[in-house]
């Protein structure tokens, strides 16, 4: 396991981490379409006024300004709506700052230092702090991906190094781009299995019996038999449109969700 003085953060890494694992998703089952970059100057909605008022720092500000996002309720894992900033800070009151910040870091936000901030907004939490150089799976987080040998978290515990108040800390944590490629893994071994552009369910392996999942068992093996994760043969199209055809056929209760 890496130890945290061996991890640093940077913030034009970081971008490209969060670029690249949309690609990854692009080439899986997301549109190209929803992937939206930013512009030169960055997102002119986010300002260093509102991000103040969010308690984050410049750096948190700048980074927030030059990510790209996921548009129409993108997911960065199953029930982990991204946040998306540009939006979200469009067109709040200074009023509103609070349930931002509520509904994207819910862990008595309060505790959450300038340095970190909520990357989704639904019911998982996943906080990213420029301090450390980390993410830390607060909230979703599978076992497969603690046990991910390839991609090991953070060893060290952050009590010795942070506030007592921040008891969100045991978590698990890895370094940044780490942290994408646990998520990737998840993708190409088909434990997260994409539905729709915006459902990605989870497959427990109990589910191969399970009369209310059996969908799952059945669109997992659409992908594989479409070749997924072989690139070299994978075609996105012809697979999603076969996933929407077997849904519609056979499980159409879960058409349309």
């Known amino acids: 396991m890496p130890r945290l003085h061996e991890v640093s953060y940077s913030r034009e890494a970081t971008i490209a981490a969060f670029r690249d694992y949309y690609q990854f998703l692009t080439q899986f089952y997301l549109s190209e379409a929803m992937i939206e970059e930013p512009p030169t100057d960055g997102w002119p909605s986010i300002t260093n006024e509102k991000v103040r008022l969010l308690g984050k720092n410049e750096e948190v500000a700048e980074l927030m300004r030059h990510l790209p996002y996921i ?30 910040r509520f509904i994207s870091e819910d862990l008595g936000w309060e505790n959450v230092p300038p340095s970190a901030l909520g990357i989704l907004f639904d019911e998982d939490r996943i906080v990213l702090d420029t301090k450390f150089g980390v993410i830390h799976w607060v909230a979703g987080v599978r076992e497969e991906a603690k046990q991910d040998p390839a991609r090991e978290g953070i060893l060290d515990n952050f009590w010795d190094c942070t506030p ?21 893994k998840l993708h190409s071994d088909l434990v997260y299995v994409p539905i729709h552009k915006t459902r990605v369910e989870e497959w427990f392996d109990g589910y191969g019996t399970s009369d209310d999942k059996s969908y799952l068992r059945s669109v997992r093996q659409v992908y594989k038999e479409h070749g997924w994760p072989d690139l070299s043969v994978y075609d996105r199209e012809k697979c999603l449109e076969s996933v929407d055809k077997l849904i519609e056929e056979q499980f159409p209760d879960e058409h349309g969700w």
């Open 71 to 100: 548009s129409d309720r993108g997911l960065l894992a199953p029930h982990s709506e991204v946040a998306h900033w540009p939006n979200l800070l469009a067109d709040i009151g200074d009023s509103e700052i609070d349930d931002l």
């Open 164 to 184: 007592e108040d921040e008891e969100w800390r045991v978590a698990p944590a890895w370094a940044i781009a780490d942290f994408f490629e646990v998520l990737k």
